[in-house]
């Protein structure tokens, strides 16, 4: 019966372990590049190199930190696509009503991932996921629901009931003078609302 391998045999098993996975990953990375030129079509240049990161991960987080848009911006959207949903539910448009209502709560979604956590005027947090999910599970619900029953008497009910909830969160964000209303005119007049509209007209 053998005594236990040496430490010099060991060393020389490690060895050779890693001379052979080198050995295959030169041997993979030849195919992968065979591969690839044989599909490129004929005359066509390689692709060039990824350049480098000018400044490291942190770098690049505080750059995209500068250019994300503010709450400002896509709550224009918001009040876009909200608008739009009261023309398309006024005209029975329920398709047109369920894109733009789904289009509002993705973009309050998209606010609230920009700044989740607001100061109101005494400093205090405003939490605005909590706030929106209230919204969401109250008002919103009722909008969903009104546009899947195709109803426009709860919509215009439901419709108004969240613009309260909006308002309320506005002034709990300290910002009372951005009173949402119903709307006087569609906010585009490219999309026609009319759901018996034919194309081209």
């Known amino acids: 019966m053998s005594g236990p391998r ?16 080198g050995v295959g990953a030169v041997i993979g990375g030849a195919a992968v590049e065979y591969a690839v030129r044989m599909r490129a079509p004929a005359g066509a240049q390689p692709a060039a190199p990824m350049p ?18 503010s709450q400002s911006h896509t709550m224009a959207d918001v009040g876009y696509h909200w608008s739009g949903l009261w023309f398309a539910g006024q005209q029975g448009n ?3 009503a369920q894109f733009y209502f789904d289009e509002t709560r993705q973009h309050i979604k998209w ?9 109101d005027p005494d400093g205090n947090d405003v939490n605005l996921q909590g706030i929106f999910d ?17 109803d426009r008497a709860a919509l ?21 003078y951005l ?6 005119m569609p906010p585009q007049t490219i999309i ?5 509209a034919t194309w081209p007209q």
């Open 6 to 21: 040496s430490g010099r045999g060991r060393l020389l098993e490690g060895l050779i372990v890693l001379a052979v996975l």
């Open 52 to 69: 480098a990161a000018s400044g490291g991960i942190a770098t690049d987080v505080a750059r995209l930190k500068t250019v994300v848009p």
């Open 94 to 96: 329920w398709p047109l």
């Open 111 to 119: 606010t609230i991932a920009i700044r989740p956590v607001r100061k």
């Open 134 to 150: 209230a919204v969401d599970t109250g008002a919103f619900a009722a909008v969903k629901h009104a546009i899947e029953e195709q």
């Open 156 to 176: 215009a009910t439901a419709y108004k009931a969240s613009l309260d909830a909006c308002y309320s969160c506005h002034k709990s964000s300290g910002k009372p």
């Open 179 to 184: 009173r949402p209303m119903i709307p006087t």
């Open 192 to 196: 026609n609302y009319d759901p018996k």
